[in-house]
């Protein structure tokens, strides 16, 4: 397996692809995909009319943190448009958690009306649905 490693967080490797569920008419989830895919993601995706089941069953169950889209990288969910840096840096540390959620839809956020996110928080969350904040844009 090859890393590259800069500024001390790894690249993406294989291992790491990025598995989205999503509807067929969300502009935002391809958008945050695209976004995605330019920042050196494996992504794959499948539209589906209705996210909550599969949030369920990957154990996202508070509605206050749901967002239009749900992912999985290595084991975590990512929920919504979290950035590419803030998952590289869930990949490098490997934290005791669930997953990441940019709950809502930031509006300055990756896959919305910005690439660069701004004026917004990234949770952490565990299967309690306990939240800590991870970013802070």
Not at 5 to 23: L, M, Q, R, T, Y
Not at 54 to 61: T, V
Not at 76 to 102: C, K, Q, S, W
Request: proline share 7%; net charge negative.
């Amino acid at each position: 397996m090859l890393f590259i490693i800069f500024n001390g967080i790894k690249s993406v490797s294989a291992e790491d692809k990025v598995v989205v569920w999503k509807s067929p008419t969300c502009g935002c989830c391809e958008a945050w995909i695209t976004y995605l895919e330019g920042e050196g993601f494996d992504v794959v995706s499948h539209n589906i009319e209705n996210v909550v089941p599969i949030k369920n069953r990957l154990g996202l169950k508070d509605p206050a943190l749901y967002s239009c889209h749900t992912a999985v990288v290595s084991g975590y969910v990512i929920e919504g448009h979290v950035p590419a840096m803030d998952i590289r840096r869930l990949l490098n540390e490997r934290p005791d958690i669930l997953g990441l959620t940019a709950p809502g839809m930031p509006q300055l956020s990756p896959g919305m009306a910005s690439i660069i996110p701004k004026n917004y928080d990234v949770l952490s969350f565990n299967e309690a649905q306990q939240v800590e904040i991870y970013s802070r844009y």
